[in-house]
């Protein structure tokens, strides 16, 4: 039989689509393997089944995780393809020296931001950005309407503006656990008091919610909130401690952005205000946004600190918050297919709002 050595950001269900298998063949072989959400760390050796499936492949069906090494990988890939219809910039790196990609769409006046990957366990919005933008990006190369929207010439009045995984190390520790050669292994496990299992983490990879660190209301959420690193809500000790969320307060008041749109799951709603500060606009706004994705409008959560708060606050324009999916985080797999049938004409109608 032969073999394969495990690599920096796979997972059971990742090394069996790169063999274009299913994970059970997989498991079948392995049998130390129990299931398919066991971690396997870098270099641990597999036994691979000689048979080869024959597995359907499609953008829009999701058969793996999807983590910082696929961002990387397939942001070569669209510089290759595209490379005179967008850019690329790396605008900081996370805790553990990951980059932070920024990807630049359209030539336009109007700047617009959208953002995922904010929470460790909701890499599917991270997914849904980067297949958005490639979809986007051969529909203007190919001059066609996507979904009926004529892309190539809204791109000439909007530049679209795409950080896709805002949390790099946070979505790897779900993805691949924790094991004695990771950087931090001892502060990781003390904040997830011993425990081995990863998918109720939602901060990076020192405890401290990203989208709890914002200067809105940070000292009210703050008390509110775990005291100390915690897997999640934990708002650090003080607004923008984080490199993470550093990169994107400076990204924002570097730009202009008429507005925002931030990606989480789940919830299936899209929150609209803060505090009432948000403009008149934004209620118009979010119900063009609700009739293209069916996704509910809420007022708001009730909470500060988050970024779309701090964009409210600051510059009096409006930001949305997109809960994406519905379901216990991670979702699963198979959650991806609703999240891009339901989003993909909202982020489409978020370029003409
Ligand atoms: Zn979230």
């Not at 990387?72 to 890939?77: F, R, T």
Request: charged share 20%; with cysteine; glycine share 8%.
């Amino acid at each position: 039989m032969n073999t394969y050595t495990v690599k920096k950001g796979d997972t059971i269900a990742k090394v069996a689509e790169k063999l274009n298998i299913r994970p059970i063949e997989l498991l079948l072989v392995n049998p130390h393997l129990l299931d398919v959400t066991d971690y396997i760390f870098p270099n641990q050796v597999l036994t691979i089944p000689d048979s080869q499936a024959n597995v359907l492949k499609s953008p829009f069906i999701c058969r793996s995780e999807y983590g910082p090494t696929d961002v990387y990988k397939e942001i070569d890939e669209i510089k290759r393809n595209y490379s005179n219809k967008m850019t690329v910039e790396t605008i900081g790196k996370s805790v553990m020296g990951q980059p932070i990609h920024l990807l630049k769409i359209g030539t336009g006046k109007k700047q617009i931001f959208y953002s995922g990957g904010w929470h460790a366990n909701e890499w599917h919005t991270t997914k849904f950005l980067m297949t958005f933008v490639n979809q986007l990006l051969l529909h203007v190369k190919q001059n066609k309407e996507m979904a009926g929207y004529p892309v190539s010439k809204i791109l000439d009045d909007v530049t679209l503006y795409v950080v896709p995984l805002v949390n790099p190390d946070g979505v790897e520790l779900v993805h691949q656990g924790i094991y004695p050669e990771h950087p931090y292994y001892n502060q990781v496990l003390e904040i997830n008091k011993g425990a081995l299992r990863f998918e109720h983490w939602s901060s990076n990879i020192r405890g401290v919610d990203l989208n709890h660190q914002w200067p809105a209301g940070w000292e009210i959420e703050a008390e509110e909130s775990p005291q100390h690193p915690w897997p999640r809500h934990y708002s650090g000790t003080g607004p923008l401690t984080e490199p993470e969320a550093k990169a994107i307060y400076t990204l924002t008041k570097d730009n202009n952005f008429a507005y925002v749109l931030a990606f989480h799951s789940q919830g299936q709603v899209i929150y609209w205000g803060y505090r009432g500060l948000e403009p008149k606009e934004s209620e118009e706004m979010v119900t063009k946004l609700s009739l293209a994705s069916s996704y509910l409008p809420v007022h708001t959560a009730d909470s500060d600190g988050g970024y779309k708060d701090w964009f409210i606050q600051e510059t009096g324009r409006p930001g949305f918050t997109i809960e994406v999916g519905v379901g216990t985080n991670p979702l699963p797999f198979s959650a991806f297919s609703e999240i891009w049938s339901n989003n993909v004409c909202l982020a489409l109608e978020g370029l003409v709002l």
